[in-house]
């Protein structure tokens, strides 16, 4: 069993930049797929970054270059820097892993952006 608990959401003008947190109740040192997804208002949940335990990373196309996953092992934490806000990047972001069959996700924080 993990917790996930994500933090750093909030309301930002467009062009700028934030940078969630997704904290884990335990090591995160063996769970190799770790992942960002996010929930547009009134649309379906969608995948937006991947990382694995070698550093691998994967992003959606709507975010390619404009946001990074990162995972800090030491501090039981995985990161998604998101720079270049678009207001339709607006949504809950949700972090999630996958351990031994088991479907973890976070509560969710809420991004905004708009002037």
């Known amino acids: 069993q993990v917790q996930l608990v994500e933090s750093g959401g909030g309301l930002v003008q467009p062009g700028g930049s934030l940078r969630l947190s997704c904290a884990a109740s335990r090591s995160i040192f063996s769970i190799d797929d770790m992942r960002w997804y996010r929930q547009p208002p009134g649309k379906q949940r969608e995948w937006v970054a991947s990382?694995?335990?070698?550093?691998?990373?994967g992003y959606a196309d709507s975010v390619k270059g404009r946001f990074t996953i990162s995972r800090d092992n030491a501090a039981n934490t995985m990161y998604l820097q998101m720079n270049s806000l678009k207001p339709e990047d607006t949504a809950v972001y949700f972090c999630y892993a996958y351990e031994l069959g088991h479907d973890y996700w976070g509560q969710g924080t809420q991004v905004t952006v708009s002037s």
């Open positions: 990382i694995n335990t070698g550093d691998n990373t």
